[in-house]
């Protein structure tokens, strides 16, 4: 069994404005049981708590787990695998991730225009970007571009949530390393985009390489 | 004669008292005008029209000196020149005319509501005819109206589409190319009559100036293409190598659709339903199943759609469209869901869907609607293709969830056919294993022992019925026969000694039942020969006697409806069954006792 969990926080360091909520959460989501979380009120996103709690009721449920000591490990095991149970049929659209090793990744990039560097997406997070995809022998398959720079005004760049396996993988793993603004070529190994199969409709063959200009517009 | 009396305006005999009356009329303003006035008018109108007298009524119409009497009255001819034309009158040109003279001198927004009047009241047995002769003017009006045309577009649409919705959807290329109702003429027509809208909304969304108006007339015209994929192209069969009438309309509002700037990806993968436009949340996902079917399996457009999203998210947001159209009892909708179904699928690796999508309710959900139809479905052609799809869903699925999916199944079905499809199935897997080489743990290690606990059972233990359970008890030997035959691949695993004990069980019981059953319906076979030979000596004595023989009881309730000679086909096909069972099981006996004589020699 593992060790009871130090308070780190004195009462008056939680109260100060310097404690940003969202390490009283995490601090809590790691180290409480799931009913305690459930019953105050922070299970799920971070982000999404954070917007919901209020600091006062974290400084409340912080005292709470110390005092009744309903850490992670402390619940009978039935009571955990029942709330499993009525977890998992849900309206869910991601995927958890398949952590699967698969040796270096199979995509090259190269910058042609630099982004500002400082903001990445983060998985989870949505991002907006034109592209155009074109076959190894230059044939372009795909592109979001409009013909004119008026049309542009009025189109909307390509959004979704990325790391997540919405898109080729290429793209999930490629776009984490673009920074907003920038615009880059993406050479990608049919593995990480259609593979064996392709996708004939949309005039991709089977074992195709795959080249994307993106631009990155914006970052959630 | 004396003024005309109510009952008698229609008969209009006396000339001057017409041109007094016209006279009045043109002396007299808009605001002062009564009801009476306005009857009378369109008296003399449909009396004109009935008369063949359509050109003097243009006349009338075009006099300039009338123009303030049709600017205020003209309206009220609308309904019956426009019944006119449909019945296709003696003055159809001078009928036509006067419409479109009425079009440009009334207020739009008169005309406006008599034209809405017209297609609410409209002639059930003249619905295409009447649309067809309206749009053309409608579209004139609409592009008149100064405010809330929008609004009044969205009305009209709605209004047709309703009207247009008790119009059947022909169903095969030759009901189509007739079109005995003119829905496909119609709704060709209507594509006509959005166009000027839609190219409205083109130039002006997107751009800095957009108002609220321009916002609505989006709203709208989204509206009329979310309508139209539901009806009629839901119901209606479309085919990528017959671009026919409604092809064509569906290729329409495909394009219309990106063009007031509504993205298909949106629409289809990323947006809640809660957020359809003044649908209620079913009929936004019938028509949402509508544009994924059009998008995927009839490829409209999909050269327009990104190529960047991976297989297997296509394949989830596509699940919950299957799911609302394998869910419908209607024939064209069960048949595009299952489309659907096999197009997602089919783009997908083999062996690669894990076993945490069957947590979703979707994912859960498809299967099951799927085996419904493949138990439920009166219509063959589509339990044949139901199987075809489920078997490629089982091929896409990794072992893992192919496990899973398995015992779900075998849980669930409740139906034998089902059952001995998924027991075929487990075969397939455990051969396959074998033959790869690889020790999956799934069919070949510990793992089988549950899922065989599942095949090889009987939970209704003595009283279980043979004959109902036959196709799964069949396959669930011949496993069983396969199994011991391949004995030396899965000696070496833990499974062995578990499996010999379930197959003892299972043999057990299945001999049990087998006699119990073979006892019954032997008994009923003699019963039913007795019943036979009193029944002819009985007909031999009654034909002596030429006495009325009174009608016969049967004893046998269940097949009372059976001839005799059915019934003992009946009784003797399943004494034949049960004797199949048991030498298969005879067989496997005799297989393993082989194998234990070989293996004490070794």
Redesign the interface.
């Known amino acids: 069994m593992a060790d009871e969990p130090t308070r780190e926080w004195s009462d008056e360091q939680l109260k100060s404005d310097d404690l940003p909520k969202k390490d009283v959460i995490t601090f809590i989501q790691d180290n409480a049981a799931h009913s305690f979380l459930n019953e105050h009120k922070l299970l799920g996103n971070l982000k999404s708590v954070a917007k919901t709690a209020k600091k006062e009721q974290l400084i409340i449920a912080y005292n709470q787990l110390f005092e009744s000591k309903r850490f992670k490990g402390t619940e009978p095991v039935e009571d955990v695998t029942e709330q499993i149970r009525t977890v998992?049929?849900?309206?869910?659209?991601e995927?958890?991730a398949?952590v699967i090793d698969e040796g270096p990744p199979k995509f090259k990039k190269a910058v042609l225009k630099k982004g500002d560097k400082t903001n990445f997406p983060k998985k989870g997070e949505n991002v907006s970007c034109w592209?155009t995809?074109s076959l190894e022998d230059g044939t372009v398959?795909?592109t979001?571009l409009p013909t004119t720079a008026r049309k542009k005004?009025?189109?909307?760049p390509?959004?979704?949530k990325v790391g997540l396996?919405?898109?080729?993988?290429g793209?999930d793993e490629g776009i984490l390393t673009m920074s907003k603004g920038e615009t880059s070529r993406l050479e990608i190994e049919p593995e990480w985009a259609?593979?064996?199969?392709g996708?004939p409709?949309?005039?991709?063959p089977p074992n195709a390489k795959l080249f994307?200009e993106i631009e990155l517009v914006a970052v959630d | 004669m004396g003024l005309p009396t109510r009952a008698e305006e229609t008969l209009i005999v006396d000339e001057d008292e017409v041109n007094d009356i016209i006279q009045r009329w043109r002396n007299t303003p808009e605001e002062k005008l009564k009801p009476e006035d306005y009857q009378q008018f369109k008296n003399f109108g449909s009396v004109c029209l009935t008369g063949g007298d359509g050109a003097q009524l243009l006349k009338f119409l075009q006099d300039e000196e009338n123009r303030g009497i049709v600017k205020s009255m003209g309206c009220v001819l609308m309904t019956p020149l426009v019944n006119e034309v449909v019945q296709k009158g003696k003055s159809l040109d001078h009928c036509q005319a006067a419409i479109t003279h009425l079009t440009m001198t009334c207020s739009p927004d008169e005309l406006m509501h008599s034209l809405l009047e017209l297609i609410e009241d409209i002639d059930p047995g003249a619905i295409s005819e009447t649309i067809l002769t309206l749009l053309p003017h409608l579209q004139t009006v609409l592009l008149h109206l100064e405010d809330s045309k929008a609004a009044r577009l969205g009305s009209a649409l709605c209004a047709l589409q309703q009207q247009l919705s008790r119009l059947p959807v022909p169903y095969s290329p030759q009901q189509e190319d007739e079109d005995e109702h003119g829905l496909c003429r119609c709704y060709n027509a209507l594509t006509n009559f959005t166009k000027p809208f839609v190219e409205e909304v083109k130039r002006k969304i997107g751009s800095s100036v957009t108002t609220s108006e321009d916002e609505e007339l989006r709203t709208e015209l989204l509206k009329f293409c979310m309508r139209s994929l539901r009806e009629p192209l839901l119901e209606a069969e479309l085919n990528r190598d017959r671009k026919s009438s409604l092809w064509l309309f569906a290729t329409e509002i495909m394009v219309t659709l990106p063009a007031i700037q509504e993205s298909l990806s949106e629409l289809l993968f990323f947006s809640p339903l809660k957020k359809s436009p003044q649908m209620d949340s079913s009929e936004s996902k019938e028509s949402r199943a509508c544009l994924a079917y059009l998008l995927f399996v009839q490829l409209i457009t999909i050269d327009s759609f990104p190529a960047v999203f991976s297989p297997v998210f296509v394949l989830q947001c596509n699940m919950e469209y299957i799911n609302q159209l394998l869910s419908s009892k209607t024939e064209s909708h069960v048949l595009k869901g299952l489309a659907l179904y096999e197009k997602s699928l089919e783009n997908v690796q083999d062996n690669s869907l894990p076993v945490s999508l069957q947590d979703l309710k979707s994912f859960y959900s498809a299967p099951q609607n799927l085996r419904q139809v493949l138990t439920d479905c009166p219509m063959q052609h589509l339990r044949e293709t139901g199987l075809q799809v489920l078997q490629l869903f089982i091929d896409k699925l990794n072992s893992e969830a192919k496990h899973k999916f398995f015992r779900c199944m075998l849980k669930t079905s409740h139906h034998a056919g089902v059952e001995s499809y998924i027991v075929k199935n487990i075969r397939n897997q455990v051969e396959c294993s074998i033959k790869q080489g690889n020790a999956n743990k799934w069919f070949l290690g510990e793992e089988l022992l549950p899922l065989l606990g599942l095949v090889l059972s009987l939970p209704q233990g003595a009283q279980t019925d043979l004959l109902n359970s036959m196709d799964k008890i069949m396959e669930s030997l011949n496993l069983l026969r396969y199994l011991f035959i391949r004995d030396k691949d899965l000696r070496s695993t833990i499974v062995w000694e578990k499996l010999c004990r379930i197959k003892d069980e299972y043999l057990k019981m299945l001999r049990v039942c087998i006699s119990i059953s073979r006892g019954y319906y032997a008994a009923e076979l003699k019963a039913l020969r007795q019943d036979q030979k009193i029944k002819a000596r009985e007909a031999r004595d009654a034909a002596r006697s030429s006495r009325l023989v009174k009608s016969i009881t049967v004893k046998n309730e269940k097949m009372s409806n059976m001839s005799p000679e059915v019934q003992h086909q009946v009784l003797q096909s399943a004494l034949v069954t049960f004797d199949l069972m048991e030498s298969l099981i005879f067989r496997i006996e005799e297989i393993t006792d082989e194998k234990q004589n070989s293996q004490k020699l070794n």
């Open positions: 998992k049929i849900e309206d869910k659209k995927l958890p398949e592209y995809g398959f795909d979001n005004k009025q189109s909307k390509l959004s979704f396996g919405r898109v080729i993988r793209w259609y593979g064996r199969k996708l409709d949309s005039k991709i994307f």
